[in-house]
Nanobody
Framework: QGQFVESGGGLVQPGGSLRLSCVASGFSFSSYTINWYRQAPGKEREFVASITAPNGTTKRYADNVKGRFTISRDNAKTTVYLQMDSLIPDDTAVYYC?????WGRGTQVTVSS
């Protein structure tokens, strides 16, 4: 059974950066597009970014993170990364990895001064 474990969240000031990691197990990682989603308090879960398999040739981003976030993958480590720069308070949310019905538990990102 597949699973994800996210890490790297924390408290950061506006304008700062964080790099999230998502370690996958239990499935053929290099064969699948992997997604990042986020959910802010009182809001619906929303798509953030995705990266295709096997080499990450195609990356997609939500309009509100485009130019600030970068998704990447390391198949040898079965890990997907989300580099987040120029963070703003609206980026505050729990960030999740996703593949079809597989979701991690998420990692909390808080952007506040």
């Amino acid at each position: 059974q597949g699973q994800f474990v996210e890490s790297g969240g924390g408290l950061v000031q506006p304008g700062g950066s964080l790099r999230l990691s998502c370690v996958a197990s239990g499935f053929s990682f290099s064969s699948y597009t992997i997604n990042w989603y986020r959910q802010a308090p009182g809001k619906e879960r929303e798509f953030v970014a995705s990266i295709t398999a096997p080499n990450g040739t195609t990356k997609r981003y939500a309009d509100n993170v485009k130019g600030r976030f970068t998704i990447s993958r390391d198949n040898a480590k079965t890990t997907v990364y989300l580099q987040m720069d120029s963070l703003i308070p609206d980026d505050t949310a729990v960030y999740y990895c996703n593949l079809r019905s597989i979701w991690g538990r998420g990692t909390q990102v808080t952007v506040s001064s």
